[in-house]
Every structure is written in C-alpha cells, then in structure tokens.
T-cell receptor
C-alpha cells in the first residue's frame, strides 16, 4: 500500500496570507489527524477527522481549520498567517476505530515558512 | 510539554551499546506509544503499550511502563548507526487527548 502523502512538501508564505495543506491517507484508512511541530512547542495535536467529521480537537485557535472529503483525503487551512505558524505540519492516518488506541502512520510533512 | 517530559534530551553512544530513554507523564493514560523521527521527516510508530501492560518487546526494542510512577522507558539494544534519530513518547489519556513528549535525540556513533 502507498503511504501517507502530503502536498506540498515546502511552502513559503507571508504574514496575513492563508494556506491550505493536503493529506492523502493510506488506502482504507478513515481517520486523518494533523500535528504541528515547532522547535519551541514540540509536537502538538491539531485535530482529527473521521468520516468527514471532526472527531477530536487540540488547543489551537480558530485560524486553524480542516476538513475531510468522502475519499478520506483531508485538507488543513491556516488563515491570517503569523510568524509563529512556521512549522512542520504532519498528517497521520489510521484505520480509525479508535485513533489514539491504534497505530498512526505519518506522512513526511509539509514545512511551512512564514515571512 | 502539556503531558510529559523525556530524558535525557540528548544521548550519544557507540554502535553496539544499549540506549535507554525515559518518558514521564502527568495524567492517567489509556496507552503510551513510542515514535522515531529522522531529521525533519515524519514519525514512525515503534510500539504501543497499554495501561494494563508492564513490558513489551519488539525486535531490539523493549518498553516498560510504570503507571504508579507515571513513567515509561524505551531500551534499544545493540544500537546501530541507523538508529540515530529523535525518539518521542506519546500518551493517549482517558479524555481522548493525545500528547507528545519533548523527545530524546539519539546519536549512535559508528
């Protein structure tokens, strides 16, 4: 099976812009989770989608949003970008029965730089 | 970190030696997981240990969990240069929150 893919791999934006990141899960996986990784805050959970519905949510402002399509592909959107949003954004997929009780498979990440 | 800390922050060993890293967490958990991350890449799931388990093995990996001390350890035996990476623990708590630790950077010197 193909692994989790994320596009784009690298992105440069300026403050105030918005950005959309895409994640394609492993075939058959219904859960997609998003994480932000920064040197200062480490790895933090953003949200999880299952069957097109947000099922779990971390502690991030409303500028961070996401959605999942019927084919389980997911997008993450960040509006009004701030310098502190510069990070590696990781997507993970799992079968989804109970996402945090099972193995999650991570994509390579999208590295976002906000200038 | 909201959930826990890992220690040491950095570890450097010779190839063939064993590497031990520790993870402490703060709240009750359903399970604890260990991940590896090679520089700037995605995470690879290594092992999951449930709260009612005390020890688990997978190849050269041995994980222990002590829920009374809210801590876990990851032992990598007979380390190889390819084991050089950052290692993170992650906990899933009863409120279905998922938190990563701060990570241990392991360098295995050939």
């Amino acid at each position: 099976k193909a692994g989790v893919t994320q596009t784009p791999r690298y992105l440069i934006k300026t403050r105030g812009q918005q950005v959309t990141l895409s994640c394609s899960p492993i075939s058959g996986h219904r859960s997609v989770s998003w994480y932000q990784q920064t040197p200062g805050q480490g790895l933090q959970f953003l949200f999880e989608y299952f069957s097109e519905t947000q099922r779990n949510k971390g502690n991030f402002p409303g500028r961070f949003s996401g959605r999942q399509f019927s084919n389980s592909r997911s997008e993450m959107n960040v509006s009004t970008l701030e310098l502190g949003d510069s990070a590696l954004y990781l997507c993970a997929s799992s079968a989804g029965t109970d996402t945090f009780q099972e193995t999650q498979y991570f994509g390579p990440g999208t590295r976002l730089l906000v200038l | 970190s909201q959930q826990g800390e890992e220690d040491p922050q950095a570890l450097s060993i010779q190839e063939g030696e064993n590497a031990t890293m520790n993870c402490s967490y703060k709240t009750s958990i359903n399970n604890l997981q260990w991940y590896r991350q090679n520089s700037g890449r995605g995470l690879v799931h290594l092992i999951l240990i449930r709260s009612n388990e005390r020890e688990k093995h997978s190849g050269r990996l041995r994980v222990t969990l002590d829920t009374s001390k809210k801590s876990s350890s990851l032992l990598i035996t007979a380390s190889r240069a390819a084991d050089t990476a950052s290692y993170f623990c992650a906990t899933a708590n009863t409120g279905n929150q998922f938190y990563f630790g701060t990570g241990t950077s392991l360098t295995v010197i050939p």
